[in-house]
């Protein structure tokens, strides 16, 4: 449904996504993982036409045999909000502060041609599809009224409110409690459609996603279903997440991977991940490509598990 080839995104002389590609099937809930810094949100701001001016997105994205990449801003807005929508990071700043909330969730009915009559409606139906208490109370409400984890609800019935053909969620749990983050991705795995999840927390990701792309340097630098990946991490990036995760063995202490990530566009040539890697050589000093060994050799799996290292875990 969604095919995505060679997207790169740039800021004047800085590259900062390089050649990212990957495809969303219909109904596939996908994960993009990576420390802050690596590109992960970048990637959905292209896909969805939003990105900062003076940043500039180049490659291909179709959805649905449509373009997303160097179309008009007129083709993006009848696209944004119907036939792909977004939940952003921080509610409290991507929420009207001066709107009510059903109206905001009415809004995004109205510019795609519903009557102003049955978008309000429809609005209260949506506070409650999200599991709002008192729908038709919220839908008066101011966002400052609301706690965190409400807000976060309403920006899924905005979401959803067009039903989209796929939702993509930028870290749409982050600062709610335990139990309230639960409840949102029960919500998230019931309500969405096809799905494309942004999270720095594997945990998350295991629990919701069937496949997983992991970023680094603006680039993916490991990506397949996502049992084989966490069970069987061939880039060394990818195992130093894992090993630094609430999904590392019981009993062990949890790793660090040394050094921080480089400012954006800053990244070393070559592998991306080489200054902080361990095992890196002079070889690394060369980009390699991110390939699928399982498609070669005597019984190709061709499962679709690839990664870009010199010198994959074993």
Known sequence: MLTVEGL????????????????????????????????????????????PDGVTASGTARLGGRDLVGVPERRLKDLRGRTVSMVFQEPMTALNPLMRVGAQVAEVMTLHGVAAGRARERAAELLGRVRLPDPERIARSYPHQLS??????????IALANEPDLLICDEPTTALDVTVQKQMLELIAEVAPALLFITHDLAVVA??????????????????????????????????????????????RLATIPGAVPAAGRFPGGCVFRDRCAHATETCATAPALTDPDLTGPEPRGDGHAFACWHPRR
């Open 8 to 51: 790169s995104v740039r800021a004047d002389d800085l590259e900062l996504v390089r050649e990212v590609s990957f495809g969303i099937g219909p109904g596939e809930r996908v994960g993009l993982i990576g420390e802050s810094g690596s590109g992960k949100s970048l990637t959905a701001l292209a896909l969805m036409g939003l990105l």
């Open 148 to 157: 965190g984890g409400q807000r976060q609800r309403v920006m899924l019935a």
């Open 207 to 252: 629990s919701l996603c069937e496949r997983v792309l992991v970023m680094y340097g603006g680039r993916v630098v490991e990506s397949g279903p996502l049992r084989e990946v966490f069970k069987h991490p061939r880039h060394r990036y990818t195992e130093g997440l894992l090993a630094a995760s609430r999904l590392a063995p019981r009993g062990t």
